[in-house]
Protein backbone atom coordinates (compact mmCIF):
# COMPACT_ATOMS: atom_id res chain seq x y z
CA UNK A 1 0.00 0.00 0.00
CA UNK A 2 0.98 3.34 -0.78
CA UNK A 3 0.24 6.85 0.50
CA UNK A 4 -1.22 9.45 -1.66
CA UNK A 5 -1.62 13.28 -1.03
CA UNK A 6 -4.76 14.68 -2.42
CA UNK A 7 -5.21 18.20 -2.73
CA UNK A 8 -7.91 20.55 -4.81
CA UNK A 9 -5.36 22.14 -8.08
CA UNK A 10 -5.86 26.06 -7.12
CA UNK A 11 -8.33 27.73 -9.49
CA UNK A 12 -10.15 24.25 -10.16
CA UNK A 13 -13.14 22.86 -9.02
CA UNK A 14 -12.40 19.39 -10.67
CA UNK A 15 -9.14 19.00 -10.64
CA UNK A 16 -6.85 17.34 -8.12
CA UNK A 17 -3.48 17.15 -7.22
CA UNK A 18 -2.17 13.69 -6.29
CA UNK A 19 1.60 13.55 -4.61
CA UNK A 20 2.63 9.95 -4.88
CA UNK A 21 5.90 9.44 -3.55
CA UNK A 22 8.36 11.77 -5.77
CA UNK A 23 6.01 12.09 -8.40
CA UNK A 24 2.82 14.72 -8.88
CA UNK A 25 -0.23 13.65 -10.90
CA UNK A 26 -3.31 15.86 -11.99
CA UNK A 27 -6.82 14.28 -12.69
CA UNK A 28 -10.42 14.92 -12.28
CA UNK A 29 -12.36 14.38 -8.95
CA UNK A 30 -14.63 11.90 -10.95
CA UNK A 31 -11.82 9.93 -12.28
CA UNK A 32 -10.23 9.83 -8.67
CA UNK A 33 -14.11 9.04 -7.10
CA UNK A 34 -13.67 5.72 -9.87
CA UNK A 35 -10.92 4.71 -9.07
CA UNK A 36 -11.01 4.97 -5.17
CA UNK A 37 -14.55 5.10 -4.40
CA UNK A 38 -16.80 8.44 -3.64
CA UNK A 39 -16.10 8.27 -0.33
CA UNK A 40 -12.32 9.10 -1.24
CA UNK A 41 -13.95 12.97 -2.06
CA UNK A 42 -15.48 13.11 1.37
CA UNK A 43 -12.40 14.78 3.43
CA UNK A 44 -11.50 16.69 0.03
CA UNK A 45 -14.33 18.00 -0.17
CA UNK A 46 -14.31 19.58 3.52
CA UNK A 47 -11.05 20.04 4.30
CA UNK A 48 -9.57 20.41 1.09
CA UNK A 49 -7.07 17.87 1.72
CA UNK A 50 -6.52 14.24 2.13
CA UNK A 51 -4.82 11.41 2.42
CA UNK A 52 -6.16 8.17 0.50
CA UNK A 53 -4.04 4.65 0.69
CA UNK A 54 -3.62 2.59 -2.52
CA UNK A 55 -3.04 -0.80 -3.73
CA UNK A 56 -0.91 -1.27 -6.47
CA UNK A 57 -4.46 -1.79 -8.60
CA UNK A 58 -5.16 1.76 -7.63
CA UNK A 59 -1.61 3.34 -8.85
CA UNK A 60 -1.39 1.15 -12.13
CA UNK A 61 -4.89 2.86 -13.04
CA UNK A 62 -3.59 6.89 -11.78
CA UNK A 63 -1.26 6.27 -15.23
Known sequence: ?????CT??????DIVR???GGRTIELTSARLARIFGPQALN???L?????LR??????????
Open 8 to 13: WVPGTL
Open 18 to 20: LKI
Open 43 to 45: DLY
Open 54 to 63: ADARQVALLA
Open 47 to 51: KGRTV
Open 1 to 5: MQELA
